[in-house]
Nanobody, 119 residues
Framework: QVQLVESGGGLVQPGGSLRLSCAFS????????MGWYRQTPGKQRELVAT???????TYADSMKGRFTISRDTAKNMVYLQMMSLKPEDTAVYYC?????????????WGQGTQVTVSS
């Protein structure tokens, strides 16, 4: 099992910045990817950014250059630095982790943190 707890969401004005944090714990030795997704009402959850244990990082096109995913292995933390925020970035942001046990993949989600971009 992997536990994920997000924090750092809130209300920010357009053009502003926000940093989300995700604390992870549990069977972290078998995690092979972690990342952030977001969801708005009535829409599917979408990729924001992910990285793999091998060091490969992926960003959604609309977030490249504005969002940066990072990790602090010593603290078991993953961050999402968001800059130049737009109203369309308003969503619930979820931390995600995928464990690999042999050929089986297990996916975990945090409870989500609300980000609202509005003046």
């Amino acid at each position: 099992q992997v536990q994920l707890v997000e924090s750092g969401g809130g209300l920010v004005q357009p053009g502003g910045s926000l940093r989300l944090s995700c604390a992870f714990s549990g069977s972290i030795f078998s995690i092979y990817s972690m990342g952030w997704y977001r969801q708005t009402p009535g829409k599917q959850r979408e990729l924001v950014a992910t990285f793999t244990r091998a060091g490969n990082t992926t960003y959604a096109d609309s977030m490249k250059g504005r969002f940066t995913i990072s990790r602090d292995t010593a603290k078991n933390m993953v961050y999402l630095q968001m800059m130049s925020l737009k109203p369309e970035d308003t969503a619930v942001y979820y931390c995600n982790a995928v464990r690999a046990v042999g050929s089986t993949r297990y996916e975990y989600w945090g409870q989500g943190t609300q980000v609202t971009v509005s003046s």
